[in-house]
C-alpha cells in the first residue's frame, strides 16, 4: 500500500464520529448530487444488472441510499473505521475493507459503480490505474458515477482538504482519463460552489462500452 493510502486510511480513521456527523445526511442540502445519484441508479436498474458498490463509501449512507433506488449495492472504503460505522449503522447491508485499485469484485460483475468524491486523494499519476480498476469490474454497459472538486485551470491541483490532502480536477481533464480507461462519459454535472474555497461540484457519469 502506497504512503498515501496509509496517511489516508489513518486519516479518516481518525474522524469518523466527525465525519458522520457532518456528512453522513449531507445530500439532503444538495439536490444537484442527489438527483444525479438517482438517475445513476435509474440508468444502472435499466442495464438489468442491479449489483452495485460504493467504492469509498465511508460511513455507508451512499449505499443505504443506493440499495432504497432498487440496486444490490454493497459498499468497500479502505478505512477499517468507516467500515465499523457503516456496519453498525446499515446492518442488513455488506460492507468490506478494500483498495479502490484492487477491488475484491470479479470481472465484469457490476452494473453500476459509485465513486463519491472518493478518487480525491489519489495523486493524478495514479489515477488511470484505478479508473482500470473501476473498468474491470464493470459489466459491458455498466455505468460510473465519479464526483469531484472541480477547477475551472487547466490541471489538477493539490489542495489540503480537511481530512486528508486531495486534488480538485478540470472536467474535460478527468474525462479524458474516463475515455483513456475505456469508458464514454454521457453526462456532466458541474455547479458551484461546493466550498468557501469555490471549487465546482463535479459529476461525470460513464459507460463501459
Not at 444488472?49 to 443505504?64: F, I, K, Q, Y
Not at 491541483?157 to 474525462?175: C, G, I, L, Q, T
Not at 480507461?181 to 453526462?187: K, R
Request: with cysteine; net charge negative.
Amino acid at each position: 500500500m502506497s504512503k498515501h493510502q496509509d496517511e489516508t486510511r489513518a486519516a479518516y480513521d481518525g474522524v469518523v464520529d466527525l465525519y458522520v456527523s457532518k456528512f453522513a445526511d449531507r445530500l439532503e442540502t444538495q439536490p444537484f448530487a442527489r438527483n444525479m445519484i438517482g438517475t445513476f441508479a435509474e440508468l444502472v436498474r435499466g442495464t438489468g444488472n442491479l449489483r452495485a458498490a460504493d467504492v469509498g463509501c465511508g460511513p455507508g449512507h451512499l449505499t443505504a441510499m443506493l440499495h432504497d433506488l432498487g440496486l444490490d449495492a454493497f459498499g468497500l472504503d479502505l478505512s477499517p473505521g468507516m467500515v465499523a460505522h457503516a456496519r453498525r449503522a446499515h446492518p442488513a447491508l455488506r460492507f468490506d475493507e478494500a483498495r479502490m485499485e484492487a477491488l475484491p469484485v470479479e470481472d465484469g460483475a457490476l452494473g453500476g459503480v459509485l465513486a463519491h468524491y472518493s478518487m480525491i486523494h489519489t495523486p493524478p499519476g495514479e489515477l488511470p490505474a484505478l479508473l482500470a480498476e473501476q473498468v474491470r469490474v464493470l459489466a459491458p454497459g455498466g455505468l460510473l458515477l465519479v464526483s469531484f472538486f472541480g477547477t475551472e485551470g487547466p490541471e489538477p491541483v493539490r489542495f489540503d482538504h480537511k481530512v486528508a490532502p486531495a486534488y480538485s480536477w478540470p472536467a474535460e481533464r478527468f474525462a479524458e482519463l474516463l475515455a483513456g480507461a475505456g469508458l464514454v462519459t454521457v453526462a456532466r454535472l458541474l455547479h458551484d460552489p461546493a466550498s468557501e474555497r469555490g471549487f465546482l461540484d463535479t459529476h461525470l457519469l460513464a459507460r463501459r462500452p
